[in-house]
């Protein structure tokens, strides 16, 4: 009698073996990042046509970022027993739904309504995919799996937003929130036929231990907030930073274009870097992130300097996602899922808040003193990062 066909666990291998998941995973990443901030660019243009100022369309911006902060946690725990795959797939269908009835929403009120929407999808898709990268390697090489799909979100910020502002500039906005919801479709076919579905769940072991390996958590995403925090002080107003710098205004999409993409040359060395040297490949990020941001405070009003300092900014910040995103999953003190759900969170935490300080600073003290603040809170980050040695240890255990 034949043996019946019986499909194969997936079973964690490295790098190459886990290559179309990993792709996978980066598109989606890439749209996601993409429906998250296309409103940026697109904010006069939503702002004429719905009857709304500038002000209030940015709220579509910030809403987002709200509901991604408050629902991470829970939606991640309420669904921690649906299949990992599915639920990644669903919140890919939840970005086309958003982006479909932006595209076609006659009012402002079911416009937002519709980026609340995606901001739901968005706390559990994050969430999920951190915890998924790390499933797919063996875990020794989860910190190289977590950089590589942290390309996709780099893509996001330096392709995504500038390519739907463009198709915006052009067509109008709906037909880019269109487009947009044609690429989650793209992603979501991809993700279905390359990612190998993983087991979810997951608890870390109860003994005696679990207690540090908590408070170790605590710590790294303790860490991730002031990273994000300090970044967002400043980047959140970039454009306002570079225009008074002396910078064109024809000349400041290229130039962001540019300073973005010198990211990915930071993701490729956490790539490269964070699984032999985790604790060194996070001081180094964090100080080159400092000394970028400094440099800016001090090039400031100068037009070349500040370039030159928003670019070696760029290349620091490009590695800030991989590098804590590994350094809480390998504290083991939650399920892979929480975990990335607590980085997500603590993350927009961080965007959400900086936008806000930035913005009181820039009115109180003017341009010159937002880079500084911003600094002082890396820093803070930093300070976390070599106190807290067990959360960030020199090597793999």
Known sequence: MATP???????????????????AL????FVAITTELVPVGLLPLISDDLGVSEGVAGLLVTAYAFMVAVLAVPLTTVTRK???????LTALGVYVLSNVIVAVAPTFALVATAR?????????????????????VRAHLAGRALALVTLGASAGFVLGVPLTTALGTAVGWRAAFLVLAGACVLAGVLTALLLPSVPGGGTPPD??????????????TTANALAYLGHYTVYTYVSVLLLAAGLATAALGP???????????????????????PRQTTVITLVVVTGGILALGLAFPGTAGTLAAAAVWSIGFGAVAAVFQAAAIRTRGASPDVVGALVNSTANIGIGGGAALGAL??????????????AVIVVAALVVVLVARRAFPATQD
């Open 361 to 374: 600073v820039l009115d109180g003290a003017g341009f010159a003193a937002v880079p500084y603040t911003g």
């Open 207 to 220: 003994d005696a231990a679990r207690g540090a390996r908590r408070t170790a958590l605590a710590k790294v």
């Open 255 to 277: 130039a962001l274009l540019l300073i973005g993409a010198l990211g990915l040359i930071g993701a490729a060395f956490a790539a490269a870097r964070l699984d032999v040297r």
């Open 5 to 23: 066909h019986v499909r194969p666990t997936w079973q964690p291998g490295d790098v190459r073996e886990a290559a179309g998941g990993l792709f």
């Open 116 to 136: 609340a929407l995606g901001g739901a999808s968005h706390a559990v898709f994050f969430s999920v995919s951190i915890g998924y990268a790390s499933r797919l």
């Open 26 to 29: 980066a598109l989606a990443t």
């Open 82 to 88: 649906l299949p990992r795959k599915t639920l990644l």
